[in-house]
């Protein structure tokens, strides 16, 4: 694909396209989970973004100007800050381990204003060595190439676009207020259906109503749930979990999983608990809320993202300061508020 013409010429860049990273140190994929996120899920680009929008070439020359002011934190800041403080545990484990969370900087940017980003990441801390930088274009087609485990913008198209492309991935928010976050341990919850697990049920549910619902799962128990689009991630979750265990079994593991579902325990609990069981996966709380309000639970937990399928439960949580991660998958895209926005397909 050749460069449009206008900011780029042929003598800079042969591709419109252009992937830069940082100390030519690119991701191991064969051993580390891939963790991708957009700049504007990372640093809070407010103002850059509206600059952004007028054109790029004057957004280029905004961060050139302003390339030694760090940019401020955005939402997935503390669950990157959280990721590296995991591998500085598994480096304590075994110091020549390449199991690690691998972190990817994703920007629509090029390179001429990589260096507000690499003066930003250095003034954190944050040990980011690659940067996907894509010119104006859309990341998604990288991100198969760099054998990404979960991918996180603030683009609601590009999300959707991941999540087709079989890639685990959320359309950040942040929070209405600040929270305090665990600074030793990773927490991460997880809504169930249309997330850790396919919408099937969810189908049942949009179509005969809870008790109609509540008599599928049970007829059901036994049969697993087919996987969602994040069970491949709570899956690589686990397997750092059994790190920790197999080292020490009395070690503090510094990774803790939530599973924070509006399913009812009597009622249709069981057969999530045997689907992951049938997986072969554990996670460390399972909390079954029979359709009370997710954000309470949320704000004592204090997880640093939670990702649901349903954006009503998404304003529930970041008006109580959980920094939420929307799954734009399954049945729930059609419904707002309760109320069917697109008519479903017949043989959904």
């Known amino acids: 694909m050749m460069p449009r013409q206008g900011f780029f010429n042929k003598s800079e860049l042969s591709f419109f396209s252009f992937v830069f990273s940082l100390y030519h140190c690119l991701p191991n994929p064969q051993n580390a989970v891939t963790i991708a996120v957009s700049s504007r899920t990372l640093f809070n680009m407010k103002k850059e973004g509206e600059v952004y929008d007028k054109g790029l070439e004057g957004y280029v020359k905004f961060q050139m100007e302003h390339e030694n002011e760090p940019l401020k934190p955005g939402p997935a800041f503390p669950f990157v800050k959280a990721l590296m403080n995991v591998n500085s545990r598994l480096r304590e484990l075994n110091p020549d381990s390449e199991e690690l969370f691998d972190i990817i900087l994703m920007t629509s940017s090029n390179a001429k204003d990589v260096r507000r980003f690499r003066n930003s990441i250095n003034h954190y801390g944050l040990t980011i060595e690659t940067i996907c930088m894509t010119g104006g274009e859309s990341p998604i087609g990288y991100l198969q190439a760099y054998m990404t485990n979960l991918y996180l913008s603030t683009n609601e198209k590009k999300v959707i676009d991941a999540i087709e492309g079989g890639i685990a991935a959320g359309t950040l928010f942040m929070p209405q207020k600040e929270s305090d976050l665990s600074e030793t341990e990773l927490r991460v919850a997880f809504d169930g259906d249309a997330v850790i697990f396919s919408d099937e049920s969810e189908k049942i549910y949009k179509q005969q109503g809870l008790d109609g619902f509540n008599e599928h799962e049970k007829n059901n128990e036994d049969t697993p749930l087919a996987q969602g689009p994040f069970k491949d991630f709570l899956e690589t979750l686990g397997n750092l979990q059994r790190k920790f265990y197999e080292k020490d079994k009395r070690i503090n593991c510094p990774i803790r999983t939530f599973l924070v579902t509006s399913r009812g325990a009597a009622s249709s609990g069981a057969r999530v608990l045997k689907t992951l069981r049938n997986w072969g996966l554990e996670i460390d ?40 991660a929307h799954v734009p998958y399954g049945i729930a895209q059609k419904y707002h508020k309760g109320k069917l926005i697109e008519q479903p397909a017949k043989n959904e």
Do not use: C, M, N, W
């Not at 004592?300 to 990702?307: E, G, L, T, V």
């Not at 529930?316 to 939420?324: D, F, N, R, V």
């Open 285 to 324: 709380e399972a909390l079954f809320l029979a359709g009370a309000p997710k954000g309470p639970l949320l704000q004592k937990i204090r997880p640093h993202i939670f990702f649901d399928d349903q954006l009503d439960h998404i304003d529930q949580a970041k008006e109580l300061g959980t920094i939420s």
